[in-house]
């Protein structure tokens, strides 16, 4: 199997005097949390990682998804937030500041899903909306893990830079999100998203939107 590498926006093109923090994750399982020079994240899908585990995904052929989660002027700014993702998410491949938390946190995923499969089923979508649900579910949850979401670190970016980057799900979950949602029909997809996502994690997604400037309009 090919690998396959989602970067978060155009950071590749960023001159190399920055520092990135990344995640690699496998059916959302966060797997490992790193951080090093802007194109550090590579070593994750290519077969010549430090990390054992992540080489031997490699050969095996298994299909990992690297995306990059922030961007840093230093390193030490870069090690800061490196260290603070570890310590929430516990990534399986990681050791260092790992604990015993990691079997909780797979544990939490489970209860995610099977809370998740319940709420949906409360709704009945039209075809249409319901295979605009389902792509949209995907779409969200392979861009913000579900660990990411139980424990609020998310922000519901502009939906310029959703266009921009190719995610034209959540390009449309982010504008119906800003819009009045009395004005929504019951059967909105976005809307049954936002239901069943608030029902379960305990907040709302609005409470997650990016900020709008003084003119109302995103922020990028």
């Known amino acids: 199997m090919i690998k396959k590498l989602k970067v978060m926006g155009s950071l590749q093109t960023m001159s190399s005097n920055v ?12 797997l490992y ?13 290519n077969g010549c ?3 054992y585990n992540l ?20 390193k030490e700014g870069a090690l800061k937030r490196e260290k603070e993702l570890i310590l929430s998410h516990q ?9 015993d938390t990691r079997n909780v946190n797979r ?5 995610f899903n099977l809370a998740w499969s319940k709420e949906v089923s409360k709704y009945t979508l039209s075809k249409k909306n319901e295979e605009r649900f389902l792509s949209l579910k995907d779409e969200f949850f392979s861009f913000y893990k579900k660990m990411m979401c139980l424990s609020g670190d998310i922000t519901i970016c502009s939906i310029h830079h959703y266009k921009r980057i190719n995610k034209p799900s959540l390009k449309a ?3 119906c999100l800003r819009d009045d949602t009395s004005t929504w029909a019951k059967d909105n997809y976005c809307l049954v998203f936002a239901k069943c ?24």
Do not use: W
């Not at 050969?59 to 922030?70: A, N």
């Not at 997650?208 to 922020?219: A, R, V, Y």
């Open 19 to 30: 520092f990135e923090v990344y995640m690699c994750s496998l059916n959302d399982e966060i």
């Open 33 to 45: 949390i790193g951080q090093g020079y802007l194109g550090r994240h590579k070593h994750c899908s």
């Open 49 to 51: 990682s430090h990390v």
């Open 55 to 74: 080489n031997k995904l490699h050969f095996d052929g298994v299909v990992v998804d690297v995306k990059i989660v922030d961007i840093c002027d230093t």
């Open 91 to 99: 990534p399986k491949f990681n050791t260092v500041y790992a604990n």
């Open 107 to 111: 544990e939490k995923v489970e209860q």
């Open 173 to 175: 979950l982010s504008r």
């Open 197 to 220: 996502f608030e029902s379960v994690v305990g907040y709302s997604l609005t409470t997650k939107l990016h900020n709008l400037d003084s003119k109302g309009k995103d922020n990028d």
